[in-house]
């Protein structure tokens, strides 16, 4: 069994255009079907990153292989991206969920001012349940400042939601130490440092010729990710739900170091709190012991004059601080609010006033 894959809470799982096509091209509904299955089934919050576009749009256009210009493949895109989506609407709503579309280019995924954007949506449908279904934004992106292949972009996604897991789904079942068609090429269930990489050929794409970036893309995805302290399953879609299920099938690239809480550790250690959040002990409980995000129906009352985005103290029915987080609310809003549940509150104020009063995600244990 896996710890690393049955204590993650949130993860990213990324599948391949080569995992979602039939032989004769155009999306296979019955992989699809089962991949979304195993995601469903998963007690993590799920964010997807989903290749496939320009597959799915290949057959509607009568197009008979990958075009190999800029324009056609993004033509392709524009019409295989609503099919995807149809399709994973479909499959979700077997299992009463539902999908948001998220498209991104480079530029959100590294300038920072459109990261937080990126991270504040994705965060929320999170919070609402909601299965993220990432793509690149294929029909605006250019030649120079594009990804191409999902795998760099899904390691770029893991580490702006803060995933536990990065999970990389393919046609092949695990990492090889060369051409897997090979009988010569061995099977790796594991990578702990870089130097496991050394005697590896991972320079031939891949036979299906609808996928992009072959093993190169992927190892140096699991590298971005394993560097920012995120473990990497690589595996083959039918085993999806065996690898959520932690079992040891496909590679498990190991984090190389320990999560980096640069921003939490700032937050525990170099702010002064501008106010203070009276807890009654059941919130107090939700915060210390589920990690919870702090609602209004939990606070007690309010000291300080703070700003929305301010640290605070989150402090017990003794005073004693409990955590410290960033504050979703202006002082003068909180009072008409303490007690009441967030159902309440956005029925009478509003859907507005169904935020929580600090984010599980920007709250850290004193
Ligand atoms: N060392 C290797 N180990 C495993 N697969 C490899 C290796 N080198 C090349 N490959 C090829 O990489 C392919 C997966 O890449 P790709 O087709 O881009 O997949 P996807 O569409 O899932 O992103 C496999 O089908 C396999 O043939
Ligand atoms: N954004 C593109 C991804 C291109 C692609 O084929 O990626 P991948 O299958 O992950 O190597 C699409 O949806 O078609």
């Given at each position: 069994?896996r ?152 390691a770029l996604?893991?580490?702006l ?36 990489l ?19 893309t ?6 971005i ?10 595996a ?34 170099a ?11 059941g ?11 702090l609602?209004?129906?939990?606070i ?20 004693v ?7 979703n ?26 935020r ?11």
């Amino acid at each position: 069994m896996r710890t690393q894959v049955t204590e993650a809470r949130r993860i990213v799982v990324k599948v391949g255009s080569s995992s979602l096509t039939t032989a004769a091209g155009g999306l296979d509904g019955k992989r699809v079907d089962a991949l979304v299955d195993a995601l469903a089934g998963s007690p993590a919050e799920v964010v997807l990153v989903s290749s496939g576009a320009i597959a799915a749009g290949l057959a509607p256009l009568g197009l008979l292989k990958r075009p190999k210009d800029l324009a056609t493949q993004q033509a392709a895109a524009s019409v295989g991206q609503g099919l995807l989506m149809r399709a994973y609407n479909d499959a979700f709503a077997r299992h009463g969920r539902v999908v948001g579309q998220v498209l991104l280019t480079v530029d959100d995924v590294t300038r920072r001012a459109h990261y937080r954007n990126a991270y504040r949506t994705l965060r929320r449908l999170l919070d609402l349940r909601a299965v993220p279904v990432v793509n690149e934004n294929d029909t605006v992106a250019t030649e120079e400042i594009r990804f191409g292949d999902n795998d760099r972009l899904a390691a770029l996604v893991a580490s702006l939601v803060h995933a536990d897991l990065l999970v990389l789904l393919s046609d092949v079942d695990s990492l090889y130490t060369g051409d897997p068609s090979l009988p010569t090429s061995k099977k790796i269930t594991d990578v702990r440092t870089p130097d496991d990489l050394l005697d590896i050929d991972v320079k031939r794409p891949g036979k299906a010729g609808v996928g992009t970036g072959g093993m190169v893309t992927k190892v140096e995805a699991a590298r971005i990710a394993t560097t920012s302290g995120i473990p990497v399953v690589l595996a083959s879609a039918p085993n999806a739900k065996a690898v959520l299920d932690g079992e040891p099938v496909g590679t498990l690239f190991h984090r190389l170091r320990e999560r980096p809480q640069a921003r939490l550790f700032w937050l525990a250690h170099a702010t002064s709190p501008r106010g203070r959040l009276h807890l009654d002990p059941g919130a107090v409980q939700a915060v210390r012991q589920r990690h919870a995000s702090l609602l209004p129906a939990g606070i007690t009352a309010v000291d300080g004059r703070f700003a929305a985005g301010d640290p605070v103290d989150l402090v017990d029915v003794g005073g004693v601080p409990v955590a410290r987080g960033l504050v979703n609310y202006d002082a003068a809003e909180l009072p008409p609010l303490l007690g009441r549940s967030t159902g309440e509150l956005a029925a009478a104020l509003g859907p507005a006033y169904e935020r929580e009063v600090v984010h599980r995600d920007d709250l850290v244990l004193l």
